[in-house]
């Protein structure tokens, strides 16, 4: 069975980071581009960054280019998120997703954790 | 990045009801697009993917269908546990993922 958990949210001070994890299980994690997705409280989904199995093919939202950094440890079945110089605005559930089908580097999300929350205030 | 828009916003419907929700891009993306469903509280669930295909496990009474710019989700008769938020996302080659702003189905 295909699991995926995160860890990492909590509050944060404007200006602060957090480095968030979503740890694999139940398929070949290397195999797999992942995903990060946020959804603001009461919004919308938002795509924020993906990465290829082998940790090439790096792409970031607009919203967050500079800031956040995705990496992954295929030893550890691990997708991490590092989030610098947080804002207000990146206040969130932020969802880790597998990637099923890619193309052109874009793709489709087949499963997701059940998420972990961010939340940026003074 | 590429637009999704998708209509309405909110729908209200009975148990029974076939149902239909809109998604529209603002530049082609041939089949490239997914359906998700999300109750809240929980992630998003895949529904559909490349427009048409449904995914395993998923109730025949979904179904999607359209190309191009203009796509919809249909289904055929509401079941109490399809009340909620449905997105589209579309995965155009060498374009960013971007999602539609949601179609709440609510209990009429």
């Known amino acids: 069975e295909v699991q995926l958990l995160e860890s990492g949210g909590g509050l944060v001070q404007p200006g602060g980071s957090l480095r968030l994890s979503c740890a694999a299980s139940?398929?070949?994690?290397?195999?797999?581009?992942m995903s990060w997705v946020r959804q603001a409280p009461g919004k919308g989904l938002e795509w924020v960054s993906g990465?290829?199995?082998?940790?090439?093919?790096?792409h970031y939202a607009d919203s967050v280019k500079g800031r956040f950094a995705i990496s992954r440890d295929n030893s550890k079945n691990t997708l991490y998120l590092q989030m610098n110089s947080l804002r207000v605005e990146d206040t969130a559930d932020y969802y880790c997703?597998?990637?099923?089908?890619?193309?052109?580097?874009?793709?489709?999300?087949?499963?997701w954790g059940q998420g972990t929350v961010v939340a940026v205030s003074s | 990045d590429i637009q999704m828009t998708q209509s309405p916003s909110t729908l209200s419907a009975s148990v029974g009801d076939r149902v239909t929700v809109t998604c529209r891009a603002n530049?082609?993306?041939?089949?490239?697009l997914a359906w998700y469903q999300q109750i809240p509280g929980k992630p998003p669930k895949l529904l559909i993917f490349?427009?048409?295909n449904l995914e395993s496990g998923v109730p025949s009474r979904f179904s999607g269908s359209g190309s191009g710019t203009e796509f919809t989700l249909t289904i055929s008769s509401l079941q109490p546990d399809d009340f909620a938020t449905y997105y589209c996302?579309?995965?155009?080659?060498?374009?960013?993922?971007?999602f539609g702003q949601g179609t709440k189905v609510e209990i009429k």
């Open positions: 997703a597998r990637d099923r089908y890619c193309s052109g580097g874009s793709c489709f999300m087949d499963y």
């Open positions: 139940g398929f070949t994690f290397s195999s797999y581009t």
């Open positions: 990465l290829g199995g082998s940790g090439g093919n790096i």
């Open positions: 530049q082609s993306i041939s089949s490239w």
């Open positions: 490349k427009a048409s």
């Open positions: 996302q579309q995965y155009s080659p060498y374009s960013r993922r971007t």
